[in-house]
């Protein structure tokens, strides 16, 4: 079983960065295929951005030039810098391990979830 904590959320002005952290709590982390996800109020869970084990990375077009993914297998821990931040990436973010797949994260491959941690940006 993975457990997944994040943290690093909060209120932000436009324009503004945060960085995220997700520690995972499994002895194969660097196994895993990790990532970010967002969940906006009202709307669905949208991938965000995900990294591979060797370092390959994928987002969404959303957020490219403005977010990075990256990992520390050492510290069994995946970071997402956010920078010029916009109100439209309000949302609760949330920690996903993956077993198998691309940095693209997509369905049909078994997913871990941590609990999420909120990034409010302000106008």
């Known amino acids: 079983q993975v457990q997944l904590v994040e943290s690093g959320g909060g209120l932000v002005q436009a324009g503004g960065s945060l960085r995220l952290s997700c520690v995972a709590s499994?002895?194969?982390?660097?196994?895993?295929?990790m990532g970010w996800f967002r969940q906006a109020p009202g709307k669905e869970r949208e991938f965000v951005g995900g990294i591979t084990r060797s370092g390959d990375t994928n987002y969404v077009d959303s957020v490219k030039g403005r977010f990075t993914i990256s990992r520390e297998n050492a510290k069994n821990t995946v970071y997402l810098q956010m920078n010029s931040l916009k109100p439209e990436d309000t949302a609760r973010y949330y920690c996903a391990a993956q077993w198998g797949g691309s940095a693209t994260m997509t369905s049909g491959y078994t997913k871990y979830w941590g609990k999420g941690t909120l990034v409010t940006v302000s106008s």
């Open positions: 499994v002895r194969t982390f660097s196994n895993y295929v």
